[in-house]
């Protein structure tokens, strides 16, 4: 197994975009709090905000021991000769503390957004990481090891995770779906993101889960997981039904029982690491449920 995903085995990372809610020169300060609370690695997506590679340098730059992962890099926004290039750059830079994650993405990311077709996205996962497989480079780090995993939600591309790449990392999952994703990966890694609302009450939980998860039922990727996992149509309204909030996201009321207990299951599933994303209201920083989920889990 690669250094930088070796070093997260049986660790608690975040999933976060919060550093997209400050300006680029405090980007990495934001980041680094994360660092001090016992976090492993801090995951992040690319969407409408900033480009994801350049985001992981500024990210690295400033921070001491976190690994920073995308979660993910989209391949539709950069040949895999510049993927395959960042990557090694920002292993031979930053002590390996760079984890590459690649993913198809979604239509109205890719389509409206990028103003390109969204076709066959599973035959241009493969060719990318055949082209990044195949690429020529002269630059002083052309041999430097970096990792790579994919996001992946169903079997064929759960398998190419296996085959192509150094494993998977999975998003908006159960505990079963992670036994599932183990079986198919093999002894590939295996990151699983998990949303947790920390909130004395279930009228809260429910408000930021329902938030959280209005964007992602309008998505047909994720919807098929979900039937895969026995969700129906009635539960893939806006926002989601209360079935899938609570299948979804974890409430944690405070005493970290909830939260400790999820994290277990989706290890004893399979999970290689958990990165928790925390949902926290909109006109806040995230440093203050940061450092409580931290504390619930021992991490200091």
Not at 109 to 115: D, I, N, P, T
Request: aromatic fraction near 8%; charged fraction near 25%; hydrophobic fraction near 40%.
């Amino acid at each position: 197994m690669k250094e930088s995903l070796a070093r997260l085995r049986g660790t608690v990372g975040l999933w976060s975009s919060s550093h997209e809610d400050v300006p680029a020169g405090s980007a990495a300060v934001r980041v680094a709090e994360a660092e001090g609370y016992g976090f492993s690695a801090y995951w992040f997506p690319e969407s409408w905000f900033r480009e994801s590679l350049t985001s992981a340098t500024m990210l690295l730059a400033g921070t001491q021991r976190l690994t920073i992962a995308t979660g993910i890099t989209s391949i539709w926004g950069r040949d895999a000769v510049s993927s395959l290039s960042a990557a090694r750059t920002l292993n031979a830079a930053f002590a390996d503390r760079f984890v590459l994650g690649l993913g198809v993405s979604h239509s109205p990311l890719v389509e409206r957004l990028r103003a390109q077709a969204y076709d066959h996205p599973y035959d241009k996962m493969k060719s990318y990481l055949e082209l990044m497989d195949s690429a020529r480079s002269l630059s002083p780090e052309a041999d430097h090891p970096y990792a790579r995993v994919l996001a992946a939600l169903g079997p064929r591309m759960l398998t190419l995770a296996g085959t192509h790449a150094d494993g998977a990392h999975t998003y908006l999952v159960t505990p079963a779906h992670t036994a599932v994703a183990r079986e198919r990966l093999g002894t590939g890694f295996l990151a699983v993101e998990q949303a947790v609302v920390v909130a004395p009450t279930r009228e809260e939980f429910l408000e930021r889960a329902h938030r959280h998860l209005e964007f992602y039922t309008g998505l047909e990727n994720y919807r098929a997981n979900w039937r895969r996992l026995g969700l129906t149509e009635n539960d893939f309204v806006k926002g989601g039904s209360e079935a899938l909030c609570d299948a979804m996201v974890v409430h944690e009321r405070g005493d970290g029982d909830a939260l400790r207990r999820r994290v277990d299951e989706h290890r004893r599933a399979g999970a290689d690491h958990v990165c928790l994303q925390v949902l926290y209201p909109p006109s806040e920083s995230p440093a203050e449920a940061w450092r409580g989920c931290a504390d619930m889990l021992s991490l200091a």
